[in-house]
């Protein structure tokens, strides 16, 4: 079975451009997470849906942050414009139901900004 | 609030040590309580959980117990191996209303280094 799909892999962009980091949650799995990972402040989580709907995005650094889920089994975290403290991995998870907790993570993009 | 203080790292052990990463949280209501490992260059994987007072989660060989009376989820294993070298993340469930409810509070991760 495919697990959560993250892409691209690896990112590396110029400071101010646009960056787009697409994921594509397991079938069936109706919540979905964006995460953030740095030595300095660890994980964080930045926003997460419930059957497409943003739940809570009081984690979302600023307004150049953004997140959508056009369907069930797509989700976009776009940063624009991009800065240098961007520079982090970022895990996207799915979770099935509401009465389990259990989140499944795809492998992160590595979002270098320069 | 909802939170989890794990033991600040790194955990450096020689091949067959046992190993113990310590785990406390602060919630509110009953929450499901998690390991999760984090080898390298990969996202986070369960590694075990359990969802009520003294149950006891067990997986490869690690196991935690939840103890509501410390409000504990320690980490431990026997023996450990050279692929046990990872990042563990311990974790508690949101049983809070709104956006609280569903999501996982982790803890800061704790780097495992075992040597041959």
């Known amino acids: 079975d495919a697990g959560v799909i993250q892409s691209p892999r690896h990112e590396v962009t110029e400071m101010g451009q646009e960056v787009t980091l697409r994921c594509k949650p397991i079938s069936g799995h109706n919540s979905l997470f964006w995460y953030r990972q740095t030595m300095m402040r660890g994980l964080e989580l930045l926003i997460y849906?419930?059957?497409?709907?943003?739940?809570?995005d009081s984690g979302m650094p600023e307004d150049r942050f953004s997140a959508k889920m056009p369907n069930a089994s797509f989700s976009t975290l776009k940063i624009q414009p991009s800065e240098p403290r961007d520079s982090a991995v970022y895990f996207c998870?799915?979770?099935?139901?509401?009465?389990?907790?259990?989140?499944?993570f795809g492998p992160g993009t590595r979002l270098t900004v320069t | 609030g909802n939170s989890v203080t794990q033991m600040e790292g790194p955990v450096t052990l020689s091949e067959e040590a046992f190993l113990t990463i310590n785990c406390t949280y602060t919630a509110t209501g009953y929450p499901s309580l998690f390991w999760y490992v984090q080898y390298p260059g990969e996202g986070l994987q369960l590694l075990l959980k359990a969802t009520k007072a003294d149950d006891k989660g067990s997986n490869k060989g690690f196991e935690a117990t939840y103890r509501k009376e410390t409000t504990s989820f320690h980490l431990e294993k026997g023996s450990v191996q050279v692929s046990d070298s990872a990042v563990y993340f311990c974790a508690l469930s949101g049983e809070g209303r709104g956006s609280t409810l569903g999501r996982l509070y982790f803890g800061r991760g704790t780097q495992l280094t075992v040597w041959p």
């Open positions: 849906f419930n059957n497409n709907v943003p739940i809570d």
């Open positions: 998870a799915s979770r099935q139901g509401s009465k389990s907790y259990e989140q499944y």
